[in-house]
């Protein structure tokens, strides 16, 4: 099981580091990658058009701006995608980036997560890997009792 974490720019990775730190966690194998749509589109086309060849399951990519990373992926390869926009210095508040990835045409799914959700974007993608392996299936409900207990613990440490 491998999941490949891919970024627009080195200026992402704050964000992204995120969901590299949570699939190390639970023990997954991380490929990462800078990929540009724009800068270095003939890069775009080998990783998206083999990631599935190098025995990766999920993608998750990250891109702020007009954030064309993740739905480029998506429209070459055979595998999930999960995207997540990032707030960056060109951006419009985030929104440009939220919506580039969210309002993908028909037959092209990105999954999308919150702005500067890559947590999230490991975790969903920890999910899609574990509905097949009964492993990673009860280490994420171990995970999920321990957000619970977590709530719990404080609930109580109020009254």
């Known amino acids: 099981m491998k999941i490949a974490v891919v970024m627009g720019s080195i200026s992402d990775m704050p964000v992204m580091?995120?969901?590299?730190?949570?699939?190390?966690?639970?023990?997954?194998?991380?490929?990462?990658?800078?990929?540009?749509?724009?800068?270095?589109?003939?890069?775009?086309?080998?990783?998206?058009?083999?990631?599935?060849?190098?025995?990766?399951?999920?993608i998750i990519a990250g891109a702020g701006g007009a954030a064309h990373l993740p739905g480029m992926v998506a429209s070459m390869s055979p595998l999930p995608v999960i995207g997540v926009p990032?707030?960056?210095s060109n951006s419009i508040d985030g929104w440009d980036s939220v919506l580039s990835i969210l309002q993908m045409p028909g037959g092209v799914p990105v999954a999308t997560v919150a702005l500067n959700g890559a947590k999230n974007a490991g975790l969903l993608a920890i999910q899609i890997l574990g509905s097949q392996n009964e492993d990673l299936?009860?280490?994420?409900?171990?995970?999920?009792?321990?957000?619970?207990?977590?709530?719990?613990?404080?609930?109580?440490?109020?009254?």
């Open 86 to 88: 990032v707030k960056s």
């Open 17 to 58: 580091q995120d969901a590299i730190n949570i699939i190390k966690e639970f023990g997954v194998e991380v490929e990462v990658d800078i990929v540009s749509a724009h800068r270095t589109p003939e890069k775009l086309v080998d990783f998206s058009s083999n990631a599935h060849k190098r025995g990766v399951n999920v």
């Open 137 to 159: 299936l009860n280490k994420m409900v171990d995970y999920k009792n321990g957000l619970r207990e977590a709530v719990l613990k404080a609930a109580e440490s109020i009254k």
